[in-house]
């Protein structure tokens, strides 16, 4: 009832209740009217088809239009309550639980059809330095350019999300180890080249850190086990001097 409702709208759900309510009215009307003439006593039909037209027109929009605002109302923050546990409210992209919810739903699919995907862990280099010279403010901008970025250059079969702070991921589906390495050091480059301009002028650059691993090249049966892997791949590229992407299976043993 309420997304009918909702997908009516306001107006339309008024007119489509007092409509219904007219004829609601009019039928029991009509059937006072055979029980009153069956013991006899007469009444001005015209008059009574007239009253519970006219009550119902003005009663029912009176009645409706609050209640039906209070449904819409409801939904819509709804609706705004899941955009805001799927979607990350400054870049745009999935918040870590939708992330790790769709992930390993893909994931599980792969593991059935038998097909190559990739986890990217991403995090910026030196962003506090952002943050301390330029301010939180700034920071948020460059945040919310590299959600821009994230976008333009996803596929509509790949997922992307942040899971905290500067620490962002991405799957890649039907994508293995080498044409992940290929999409992580283009996007670097576009990163690299992206240009933030502050309010007070200051043009900002800044760099990223990727850290791969692909399945089935690691056999696992967890989504949360090539996160890790991934996330020693990224340590190591932090360690090597940063802006660069690591693929797990290059990482030296220890």
């Not at 759900?13 to 029980?35: C, D």
């Not at 690691?218 to 090597?240: G, P, Q, V």
Request: charged share 20%; net charge neutral.
């Amino acid at each position: 009832m309420r997304q009918l409702i909702v997908r009516l709208g306001r107006i339309k759900s008024v007119i489509a209740m007092t409509a219904i309510t007219t004829v609601f009215s009019n039928l029991f009307t009509l059937l006072m009217y055979s029980i009153f003439l069956r013991f006899g006593v007469q009444l001005n039909i015209i008059a009574a088809f007239t009253i519970a037209t006219v009550v119902c027109v003005i009663l029912t929009p009176i009645i409706s239009w609050n209640m039906f605002g209070l449904v819409i109302e409801i939904d819509n923050l709804e609706q705004e309550m899941r955009q805001l546990a799927t979607y990350d409210s400054l870049t745009g992209l999935l918040t870590r639980r939708a992330f790790l919810e769709k992930a390993n739903a893909v994931f599980n699919i792969a593991k059935r059809e038998s097909f190559n995907i990739s986890i990217l862990l991403v995090d910026f280099d030196e962003f506090k330095i952002i943050n301390d010279q330029y301010g939180h403010i700034t920071g948020d901008q460059v945040l919310r350019k590299y959600g821009e970025k994230v976008q333009d250059i996803c596929r509509k079969s790949d997922l992307a999300g942040r899971l905290g702070g500067e620490e962002f991921t991405f799957l890649l589906s039907h994508a293995d180890a080498k044409k992940a390495e290929y999409f992580a050091k283009r996007f670097q480059k576009i990163i690299r080249d992206t240009v933030v301009t502050d309010d007070a002028g200051n043009k900002i650059q800044f760099s990223i850190s990727i850290g791969l691993a692909s399945y089935p090249e690691i056999n696992t049966d967890k989504i949360e086990s090539l996160l890790f892997l991934a996330d020693k791949a990224l340590y190591n590229a932090k360690a090597n001097g940063k802006d660069q992407t690591v693929v797990y299976h290059q990482v030296p043993e220890v």
